[in-house]
C-alpha cells in the first residue's frame, strides 16, 4: 500500500509539474491570443458589456503536434451592455493538462462612464472568480482509490476576484487589471506562476479604403517569481473589415500570428498560431487556436 501511495503522489506531482509549464496551455505565460484584439474582456473585467448588445466569445486551443496528454483549452465568455451605463460578462474557462483539470467561472459587473459626447469613456470592472482544480481518476495507471488521488480531489474550490480600469477614446486605448486580488494580500501564499498585473496600451491609425485601420500594440504582464513579460503586436484590417491579421511578439520568446475572417454585424472567425515558449521548443512545436465570436442585438 505503502508502494501504491507513493507511486500516486509521484504521478501527481509529474502531472502538476507538467500541467503548470509545458505547453501553450499556461493561461500566464501564453494566454490565448484572443486577449489582445478579438476579446478584450478575457484580460480585464472593465471591459464586460463596453459595446452595445451580446458579444459570445467560443476558443478551442491544442499543440499542434498531437501528444497524449498534450495540454487543451477551452473557453466560453459573454458580455452584455445591460444599460444605464452598466456591463455584465461571464467567462467559463478550463484547462486540461495530463491527469489535472483546472476550471474558472468568472462572473463581471463592470461600469461605463461617459466623460464627453465624443467617445472618451473610462470604464471600471470587478470579478468573482471561482477555481476549481481535479486529478481524471479514470486515466490513473493503478488504483482509483488510491487515498493520495482521492485526497487531491477532496480539496477545496477557492475563490477570487479580478479588479479592471480602462480609458478609450475612438482611437486609443489604455488599460490596467489586477487579477487574483486576494492573493496579493497574502503574497506569500502566491503561486509562482501566477499573473501579478496587466497593463496595455493600444492606438487605431486610419489609413485608406483598402486598408481602414493598423492598430499596434503593447502590454505587460507581471508574472509571480518570473521575468516579466512584454507582448509587442499589430492588427492590420482589409477589405472593409472583412479580413484581418494578426501578429504579436511576446519577450518569453514566443511569437503568436493569425488571420481572422469577420461580417461585423454577426461576428468573427479566427485562426491563431503560437509558436512554443522558448525554453519547451524542444518538447513541442506550438500550438493552435480557434476562435468564434457571436455579435447579437447590436
Known amino acids: 500500500m505503502k508502494k501504491s501511495i507513493l507511486s500516486i503522489a509521484s504521478l501527481l506531482f509529474c502531472a502538476y509539474t507538467y500541467a503548470q509549464t509545458a505547453g501553450n496551455a499556461n493561461a500566464v505565460t501564453d494566454p490565448l491570443g484572443s486577449q489582445y484584439y478579438l476579446n478584450p474582456y478575457l484580460a480585464n473585467p472593465a471591459y464586460a458589456g463596453a ?16 501528444i497524449p496528454g498534450a495540454p487543451q483549452t477551452k473557453l466560453l465568455t459573454a458580455d452584455y451592455f445591460v444599460g444605464s451605463r452598466v456591463g455584465v460578462g461571464l467567462q ?19 461600469y461605463h462612464l461617459p466623460l464627453n459626447d465624443n467617445g472618451h ?12 482544480k481535479r486529478l481524471n481518476l479514470k486515466d490513473i495507471n493503478g488504483d482509483m482509490n ?13 475563490f477570487e476576484s479580478d479588479f479592471g480600469v480602462a480609458y478609450t477614446n475612438k482611437r486609443l486605448g489604455l488599460q490596467a487589471a489586477l487579477p487574483d486580488m486576494i492573493s496579493h494580500l497574502h503574497a506569500e501564499d502566491k503561486e ?25 500594440k503593447v502590454a505587460w504582464r507581471g508574472i509571480q517569481g518570473m521575468k516579466d513579460i512584454a507582448d509587442l503586436g499589430v492588427k492590420v484590417v482589409f477589405l472593409r473589415n472583412w479580413l484581418d491579421v494578426t501578429g504579436i511578439y511576446h519577450s518569453s520568446g514566443s511569437f503568436s500570428t493569425g488571420a481572422g ?12 498560431y503560437n509558436t512554443q515558449t522558448g525554453g519547451f521548443r524542444n518538447y513541442s512545436n506550438g500550438g493552435m487556436e480557434l476562435h468564434l465570436k457571436i455579435n447579437l442585438f447590436q
Not at 458579444?55 to 478551442?60: F, K, M, S, T, V
Request: overall charge negative.
Open 121 to 132: 469613456t473610462l470604464h471600471f470592472g470587478i470579478s468573482g472568480v471561482l477555481y476549481n
Open 192 to 216: 509562482a506562476g501566477t499573473q501579478t498585473f496587466y497593463a496595455a496600451a493600444e492606438y487605431k491609425f486610419e489609413v485608406s479604403e483598402a486598408i481602414p485601420y493598423i492598430i499596434p
Open 146 to 158: 488510491d487515498p493520495a488521488a482521492n485526497a487531491f480531489n477532496r480539496r477545496d474550490n477557492y
Open 92 to 110: 467559463v474557462y478550463n484547462d486540461m493538462a495530463g491527469l489535472i483539470s483546472n476550471t474558472r467561472i468568472a462572473l463581471t459587473y463592470a
Open 261 to 272: 475572417f469577420s461580417y461585423p454585424s454577426l461576428g468573427t472567425l479566427q485562426f491563431m
Open 51 to 66: 459595446d452595445s448588445g451580446l458579444h459570445i466569445n467560443l476558443a478551442y486551443r491544442k499543440q499542434w503536434t498531437d
